[in-house]
């Protein structure tokens, strides 16, 4: 299993009787139980069996068999045995397949000439190819497609060997002249990437000679000419560039979604122009409103997020086609649209973006929308993000969002809030009608922590007389009759708002517990949860407009701090904008009232739980204040926390635009750059797009955009040395961390004057590192060099550790001869990379996947 195969089949292991078993019926058995026994064969050495004494059996018993499904596993077979001897030499016995195989390339089935002709591609045996060399040739002017196509395949894959070109030295003419005449698609791509492979120059004369026809060919052979474009461009050879966009353009409008696609791609990587670039933003836009398969939408997605990164100003043009992509019902898939979107946005687009977002948001309000809620709070991000950028256009939107405040999904509504109390602050023009909004829809509030930002909001922003009157209205409303409880004669205590019954029932409710903030650490929160204050509360305690009530029945203390707060900054308002000094007093005796009954319920036995220490401060502290208020602990009341909310909003739009600053790509032009002057340039015979790119590159050439980036400037760092110098063979490594996958280049030296034979590198790992495929055996002649890639998967986050040696034989030293390596330390930061989260997502993730493990405890009396 260490050795290269292209075939793998499980079986079990097998047994020295089943060998002899599989002996017997090649020798005597009819063609079903030759095929069966075939069968067994490949299995067994498929899995680590040798069977060396079954060679010279299927050579006299098999090899003269006419069954054609016999004749199919016998090459199976030849394909997956090891044909060479300990010393890199083909074996003797291989001659003896020669006239099987010679036959069978001239047997007048079409089906075994093709599987042999399949067959000969495995092989890489000078001494078998070279006697049947002329029996391929044969084959390519057969009169069937099916054995044109495997017959170039062979041709090729002969010709690639080492001294292939010895064996068929005409090889790329005699394929160049198929391909003017081949009509089947398989065998044209066949032909075709030959020549991209052996004789490029032919490949790109043939292509340049049909350009005018190169969209009506098959997609097949379209792939591969997309392929020789982009390798020809990248070796530097930019002679006939214009050809090949003039190419690349004309198959955008191709049939097949794959060769569409490969052309924007091909297109973007040849040209800068921005005609070039919008055309394949157009088709990635076309290729994600038409495909339907959700892992198709996210490639697009990246191929355009690409885009923007260096083309930002042709992606604005596209940004309405990105949002018919919204119409996906992956969750992903939006996502990725809106992050997209709001990177794109422009004072002349959004105003149509946000119209399309509020569309969506009426959109989830339907019941069959899957995930609705989800999405409903990912597009309340996205507005809020776009009122953030551009507050005109909060204005259209800040009204139909609040109507969700009240929204089921406590972290929709969350997001809600947040994005009322962020533009109530920075647009003041929206103040009087979102305050009144506010109240009229605070009722509808359910969740604890969007109440407690309400309140804060209608604390805050109430100004006028008629806006602090309705705000205490509301909350007194929301609250409902005091006291919270009485006491009957019987001695039972009632919800003095619902008498007839019980309030409360018998769920222990804690109102002190552990919470973990935003940075993962532990803090003590003096409050209930929105899950806990809503399970423990009595059916029917929920009415419409006891919102608060129930809340606070439940609990929730530290909502009913915020309440206390609310009704001292409201009456302290009041005192300032009321003339009347009769009014402002009975607001404030009402305050005092539902504070004092906050603290009764507080203290009371009527809840599981007291109230906590932290919330009972607050509501004394308001009540002291109330009694006796000073000028200075007014204006800290009234004017200090919406400056210190002012002041943080400030330092988020400087952080964020400093985080954009450092994000801006900066190039720079060198002192002895060449300038030139574009509008002196002569554009005979250029189209338009030729022109375009041709002035752009021009251009970056100018302002250092052809310059590398740091990242390719720091490769050197990442390459390791496995080797001493003195050692007969030199090996260094680069290593390429990439996610969960590591891969390592190995550059294998020969440094002595013999040729090594059987060279291979063997590594092991330590740690949670997995080798996926152990590199195979080389021949290194004198002074010459290898590449030799490994592939390492990472399964965990522990540091690993990757060694190994090299081993090798020379023709003058009959044992092997082994170079020890260094190790190569894979630290954990090399694939963790850090990454930003918001407070809403984080907590929503922690309890998702259940971060925090609870532990139960039991005490010792």
Known sequence: MEKPCSLLVHFDKGSAAMANEIKADLEGGDGPAKADAMRRAISLLLNGETLPQLFITIVRYVLPSEDHTVQKLLLLYLEIIDRRDPAGRALPEMILICQNLRNNLQSPNEYIRGVTLRFLCRLSEPEVLEPLVPSVLENLEHRHHFIRRHAVSAVSAIYRLPHGDQLIPDAPELVERLLASEQDASARRNAFLMLCACAQERAVAYLLSNADRVAEWPDLLQMAVLDLIRKVCRSQNRANKGRYITIITSLLSAPSTAVVYECAGALVSLSSA???????????????????????????????????????????????????????????????????????????????????????????????????????????????????????????????????????????????VLFVREIIETNPKLRVSMIQRLIDTFYQIRASRVCSCALWILGEYSLSQSEVESAIATIKQCLGDLPFYTVSDEGEINDSAKPAQPVVNSVTVSSRRPVVLADGTYATQSAATETISTASVAPGSLASTLNLRSLILSGDFFLAAVVACTLTKLVLRLEEVQPSKVESNKACTGALLIMTSILQLGQSSYLPHPIDNDSYDRIVLCVRLLCNTGDDVRKIWLQSCRQSFAKMLAEKQFRETEEMKAKAQISHAQPDDLIDFYHLKSRRGMSQLELEDEVHDDLKAATGGFTKDADDANKLNRILQLTGFSDPVYAEAFVTVHHYDIVLDVTVINRTKETLQNLCLELATMGDLKLVDRPQNYTLAPETSKQIRANIKVSSTETGVIFGNIVYETSNVMERSVVVLNDIHIDIMDYISPATCADVTFRNMWAEFEWENKVTCFPVH
């Open 274 to 416: 921005p005609t070039a670039v919008r055309a394949a933003a157009n088709t990635y836009c076309q290729l994600l409103s038409s495909q339907s398969d959700n892992n198709v939408k996210l490639i697009l997605l990246d191929r355009l997020n690409e885009l923007r990164t260096t083309h930002r100003d042709v992606m604005v043009g596209v940004v309405m086609d990105v949002l018919r992509a919204l119409a996906s019902p992956n969750l992903d898939v939006k996502k990725k649209v809106l992050d997209l979107v709001l990177d794109l946005l422009t004072p002349r687009n959004v105003e149509e973006v946000v119209l399309y977002l509020k569309k969506e948001v009426v959109k989830t309000q339907a019941g069959d929308l899957e995930k609705g809620a989800e999405y409903r709070q990912m597009l309340v991000q996205a507005i809020h993000a776009c009122a953030v950028e551009y507050p005109e256009v909060a204005g259209s939107v800040v009204h139909l969002l609040m109507d969700f405040l009240g929204d089921t999904n406590v972290a929709a509504a969350v997001d809600v």
